[in-house]
Protein backbone atom coordinates (compact mmCIF):
# COMPACT_ATOMS: atom_id res chain seq x y z
CA UNK A 1 0.00 0.00 0.00
CA UNK A 2 1.44 3.15 -1.09
CA UNK A 3 1.43 6.79 1.04
CA UNK A 4 -0.49 8.11 -1.87
CA UNK A 5 -3.14 5.51 -1.68
CA UNK A 6 -3.36 5.98 2.30
CA UNK A 7 -3.67 9.61 2.44
CA UNK A 8 -6.33 9.68 -0.83
CA UNK A 9 -9.64 11.20 -0.56
CA UNK A 10 -12.25 13.15 -2.18
CA UNK A 11 -11.05 16.29 -0.37
CA UNK A 12 -7.32 15.59 -1.97
CA UNK A 13 -5.79 17.67 -4.99
CA UNK A 14 -3.34 15.14 -6.78
CA UNK A 15 -0.36 17.74 -7.35
CA UNK A 16 -0.53 18.98 -3.85
CA UNK A 17 -0.80 15.39 -2.45
CA UNK A 18 2.17 14.23 -4.40
CA UNK A 19 3.93 17.27 -2.73
CA UNK A 20 2.81 16.21 0.72
CA UNK A 21 4.40 13.09 -0.44
CA UNK A 22 7.14 13.88 -0.88
CA UNK A 23 7.84 15.88 2.06
CA UNK A 24 6.60 12.75 4.30
CA UNK A 25 9.11 10.36 2.68
CA UNK A 26 12.01 13.05 2.60
CA UNK A 27 11.44 13.32 6.32
CA UNK A 28 10.51 9.28 7.04
CA UNK A 29 12.27 8.19 10.08
CA UNK A 30 14.74 5.04 9.86
CA UNK A 31 12.80 1.73 11.25
CA UNK A 32 9.12 0.64 11.52
CA UNK A 33 7.10 4.11 12.59
CA UNK A 34 3.49 5.65 11.89
CA UNK A 35 4.60 5.73 8.17
CA UNK A 36 4.72 1.97 7.80
CA UNK A 37 2.16 1.16 10.73
CA UNK A 38 -0.45 3.05 9.02
CA UNK A 39 0.41 1.31 5.35
CA UNK A 40 -0.45 -1.66 7.11
CA UNK A 41 -3.20 -0.84 8.49
CA UNK A 42 -4.65 0.06 5.18
CA UNK A 43 -3.63 -3.26 4.07
CA UNK A 44 -5.27 -4.90 6.46
CA UNK A 45 -8.46 -3.09 5.69
CA UNK A 46 -8.48 -3.83 2.14
CA UNK A 47 -8.42 -7.65 2.66
CA UNK A 48 -11.32 -6.37 4.10
CA UNK A 49 -11.34 -6.04 7.44
CA UNK A 50 -13.08 -3.56 10.08
CA UNK A 51 -11.12 -0.29 10.62
CA UNK A 52 -10.64 -1.13 14.76
CA UNK A 53 -9.19 -4.34 14.27
CA UNK A 54 -6.76 -3.34 11.43
CA UNK A 55 -5.13 -0.82 13.59
CA UNK A 56 -5.75 -3.49 16.50
CA UNK A 57 -4.39 -6.62 14.30
CA UNK A 58 -1.56 -4.26 13.50
CA UNK A 59 -0.33 -2.58 15.98
CA UNK A 60 -0.09 -6.31 17.87
CA UNK A 61 2.25 -7.03 14.84
CA UNK A 62 4.82 -4.16 14.75
CA UNK A 63 4.37 -3.98 18.82
CA UNK A 64 6.27 -7.57 18.64
CA UNK A 65 9.12 -5.43 16.48
CA UNK A 66 10.00 -2.89 19.76
CA UNK A 67 7.25 -0.24 18.62
CA UNK A 68 5.51 0.80 21.28
CA UNK A 69 2.04 3.12 21.25
CA UNK A 70 4.15 6.57 22.84
CA UNK A 71 7.14 5.43 20.04
CA UNK A 72 3.82 5.32 17.14
CA UNK A 73 2.55 8.47 18.73
CA UNK A 74 5.88 10.10 18.77
CA UNK A 75 6.46 9.61 15.22
CA UNK A 76 2.91 10.75 14.62
CA UNK A 77 3.40 13.81 16.03
CA UNK A 78 6.62 13.99 14.10
CA UNK A 79 5.28 13.84 10.80
CA UNK A 80 2.48 16.55 12.15
CA UNK A 81 5.29 18.97 12.51
CA UNK A 82 7.07 18.16 9.34
CA UNK A 83 3.73 18.84 7.92
CA UNK A 84 3.34 22.26 9.76
CA UNK A 85 6.58 23.20 8.63
CA UNK A 86 6.07 22.66 4.67
CA UNK A 87 2.78 24.33 4.97
CA UNK A 88 4.83 27.37 6.41
CA UNK A 89 7.28 27.29 3.65
CA UNK A 90 4.14 26.72 1.34
CA UNK A 91 2.32 29.43 3.00
CA UNK A 92 5.54 32.00 2.83
CA UNK A 93 5.59 30.18 -1.07
CA UNK A 94 2.28 31.39 -1.88
CA UNK A 95 2.57 34.97 -0.20
CA UNK A 96 5.61 35.50 -2.25
CA UNK A 97 4.15 34.83 -5.41
CA UNK A 98 0.94 36.64 -4.58
CA UNK A 99 3.57 39.32 -4.15
CA UNK A 100 5.51 38.83 -6.88
CA UNK A 101 2.29 37.85 -9.59
CA UNK A 102 -0.50 40.42 -8.07
CA UNK A 103 1.24 43.73 -6.10
CA UNK A 104 4.10 43.92 -9.05
CA UNK A 105 0.93 44.00 -11.67
CA UNK A 106 -0.73 46.48 -9.04
CA UNK A 107 2.02 48.46 -9.47
CA UNK A 108 2.44 48.48 -12.91
CA UNK A 109 -1.40 49.51 -13.03
CA UNK A 110 -0.76 52.18 -10.38
CA UNK A 111 2.22 53.49 -12.60
CA UNK A 112 0.30 53.23 -15.77
CA UNK A 113 -2.49 55.02 -14.13
CA UNK A 114 -0.23 58.01 -13.30
CA UNK A 115 1.41 58.11 -16.62
CA UNK A 116 -2.04 58.24 -18.58
CA UNK A 117 -2.54 61.24 -16.17
CA UNK A 118 0.50 62.93 -16.57
CA UNK A 119 -0.53 62.43 -20.53
CA UNK A 120 -3.92 63.46 -20.17
CA UNK A 121 -2.67 66.83 -18.64
CA UNK A 122 -0.30 67.48 -21.52
CA UNK A 123 -2.77 66.59 -24.03
CA UNK A 124 -5.07 69.45 -22.40
CA UNK A 125 -1.54 71.71 -21.85
CA UNK A 126 -1.44 70.94 -25.81
CA UNK A 127 -4.80 72.09 -26.42
CA UNK A 128 -4.54 74.89 -24.33
CA UNK A 129 -1.82 76.22 -26.28
CA UNK A 130 -3.28 75.15 -29.69
CA UNK A 131 -5.91 77.22 -29.03
CA UNK A 132 -4.22 80.10 -27.69
CA UNK A 133 -2.14 79.79 -31.01
CA UNK A 134 -5.13 80.04 -33.38
CA UNK A 135 -6.63 83.03 -31.77
CA UNK A 136 -3.18 84.77 -31.84
CA UNK A 137 -3.24 84.09 -35.57
CA UNK A 138 -6.62 85.02 -35.98
CA UNK A 139 -5.57 88.63 -34.15
CA UNK A 140 -2.67 88.80 -36.59
CA UNK A 141 -4.71 88.01 -39.42
CA UNK A 142 -6.96 91.42 -38.59
CA UNK A 143 -4.31 92.98 -37.55
CA UNK A 144 -2.27 92.07 -40.89
CA UNK A 145 -5.71 93.26 -42.56
CA UNK A 146 -5.76 95.95 -40.96
CA UNK A 147 -2.23 97.46 -41.25
CA UNK A 148 -2.58 96.66 -44.79
CA UNK A 149 -5.47 98.74 -45.28
CA UNK A 150 -3.98 101.53 -43.29
CA UNK A 151 -0.65 100.70 -45.89
CA UNK A 152 -2.80 100.79 -49.02
CA UNK A 153 -4.22 103.79 -47.91
CA UNK A 154 -1.21 105.51 -47.38
CA UNK A 155 0.13 104.16 -50.38
CA UNK A 156 -3.11 105.77 -52.30
CA UNK A 157 -3.01 109.06 -50.80
CA UNK A 158 0.56 109.32 -51.27
CA UNK A 159 0.15 108.45 -54.99
CA UNK A 160 -3.22 111.01 -54.78
CA UNK A 161 -0.57 113.88 -53.04
CA UNK A 162 2.51 113.25 -54.86
CA UNK A 163 0.50 112.97 -58.07
CA UNK A 164 -1.44 116.36 -57.13
CA UNK A 165 2.07 117.94 -56.39
CA UNK A 166 3.55 116.70 -59.51
CA UNK A 167 0.63 118.08 -61.67
CA UNK A 168 0.95 121.37 -60.17
CA UNK A 169 4.52 121.41 -60.52
CA UNK A 170 4.69 120.78 -63.76
CA UNK A 171 2.05 123.12 -64.59
CA UNK A 172 3.98 125.67 -63.16
CA UNK A 173 7.01 124.66 -65.12
CA UNK A 174 4.61 124.93 -68.32
CA UNK A 175 3.63 128.44 -67.29
CA UNK A 176 6.70 129.61 -66.56
CA UNK A 177 8.12 128.48 -70.07
CA UNK A 178 4.98 130.54 -71.87
Excluded: C, W
Amino acid sequence: MTLKAVFINDHTDDKSLQFIISALKKSNLEGFDYLEFIQAVERLKSMPMEEGLAFRSAYSTVNTVGLTKEKLLESANYYLDVLEKEQRVFEQTVEDRRLIKIERQKNRIRALEEEVKKLSERIDDMKKKISQYQKEQENIRITLDSENEKINLTEKTFETTISSVIDRIEKDIDLIRT
